[in-house]
């Protein structure tokens, strides 16, 4: 009888699963992910850009200005105007002295404010300076 009883008391012990080791596995896993993620500050501007048959892809870590068909200059979503140019540039400069400079004209823009947004990047230390245009169809 004392047989049963043992059984009887085994069947009432539920077994336990630890999954702390699995959520820790779970976080450094996160945490890998979001340290080697790269993150692109769009111009927070649609631009229609031209069409070039030699376009081709650049780095993602890299400084958006984006030139408006009014003549508007945008970075980070935000009109920072021609004279904003050489602050935010030399302030991307001083993270990355390597950063890539991508300038996003309108098709419509004007090559006059074209050319002095390119000066201005050029005055503030940029040594990679890119247009960026749509791939021909």
Known sequence: MGRFQDSA????TESV???????????????FFIVTTTFVEETGVDVNKPQSSSAE???????LL?????????????????????REVKRELQKDPNTPIIIQADRDATVGIFNR???EVNLAGATQV?????PAD
């Not at 892809?57 to 400084?63: E, H, Q, V």
Request: hydrophobic residues 45%.
């Open 117 to 119: 947004v390119l000066d």
């Open 57 to 63: 892809a650049l780095d993602k870590n890299s400084m």
């Open 66 to 86: 984006a030139i408006t068909p009014a003549g508007n200059v945008y970075f980070g979503g935000q009109d920072i105007g021609i004279g904003g140019v050489q």
């Open 9 to 12: 008391a085994d069947d009432q």
């Open 17 to 31: 699963v630890d999954i702390s080791p699995l959520i820790d596995c779970v976080f450094i896993l996160l945490i």
């Open 130 to 134: 890119s247009i960026s245009n749509s």
